[in-house]
C-alpha cells in the first residue's frame, strides 16, 4: 500500500481546476449530458478512459483517479485526497462513497490522506461506504450498505458495518 499523505493547515490538498469543476456541474444537466463530446471532454481532462460511464450525480474533489477499461461509477462521490485506483470492468451502483482521508485524532488541523485501491471485477452495489487506506481484491462484490473499514480479499461477497467476508464466490468469466 502507498505511504501515508499529511495535509497540515497551510498545505492545501489536490483540487481541480475550474475548467474540471465546470464540466461537472454541465456534467448534471440533462441535455448537455447527452452530448457525446461533453463526456468526451469530461474523460479527456480527468484522465479517465473513454469506456468509463458515470451518472449525472458523480462528483470527485480531487484529479487523483486512476481508473483503467469499462468502469461505471452511477453517482458515486469520491473524495480524493490520495489517491483512487480502480481495476478494469468494476461497476458501481447508486450512492456509494469513496473517502481517502481523516483527520489527526490529536490534531485535527492534519489530514491523513490513504489511498483507496480497488482490484479487477469488483461490484459495489448500493450505498456503500469505502474508508481511506482500503484495498478490495478482484472479482468481488461489496453488499448494500456496507462501510468497508478494512481490507477485502480476492473472490468474495463482504457486507456489513463494518464490511466483513461473508462468503467465498466463483466468477465465471467469460
Known amino acids: 500500500m502507498d505511504k501515508e499523505i499529511r495535509y497540515i493547515n497551510g498545505i492545501q490538498p489536490p483540487s481541480f481546476s475550474k475548467m474540471q469543476r ?3 456541474k454541465l456534467n448534471q444537466v440533462p441535455v448537455i449530458r447527452n452530448i ?3 463526456k468526451k471532454m469530461i474523460c479527456n481532462i480527468y484522465g479517465i478512459p473513454h469506456t468509463t460511464s458515470f451518472g449525472k450525480d458523480f462528483s470527485c474533489s480531487a484529479p487523483v483517479l ?3 477499461e469499462n468502469v461505471t461509477l452511477a453517482n458515486t462521490c469520491i473524495i480524493a485526497w490520495a489517491p483512487v485506483n480502480i481495476g478494469c470492468n468494476c461497476s458501481f451502483s447508486f450512492r456509494n462513497m469513496i473517502i481517502t482521508s481523516t483527520h489527526d485524532l490529536y490534531d485535527f488541523s492534519v489530514v491523513i490522506g490513504k489511498p483507496v485501491t480497488i482490484g479487477d471485477n469488483v461490484w459495489i452495489t448500493s450505498n456503500v ?3 481511506p487506506g482500503v484495498t478490495i481484491g478482484s472479482n468481488s462484490v461489496i453488499g448494500a450498505g456496507s462501510v468497508v473499514t478494512k481490507d477485502i480479499p480476492s473472490g468474495v461477497f463482504a457486507a456489513g458495518n463494518p464490511c466483513k467476508v461473508i462468503k467465498k464466490i466463483n466468477f465465471k468469466i467469460n
Open 22 to 24: 465546470w464540466l461537472l
Open 129 to 131: 461506504t469505502i474508508l
Open 66 to 68: 486512476n481508473l483503467k
Open 36 to 38: 457525446k463530446c461533453i
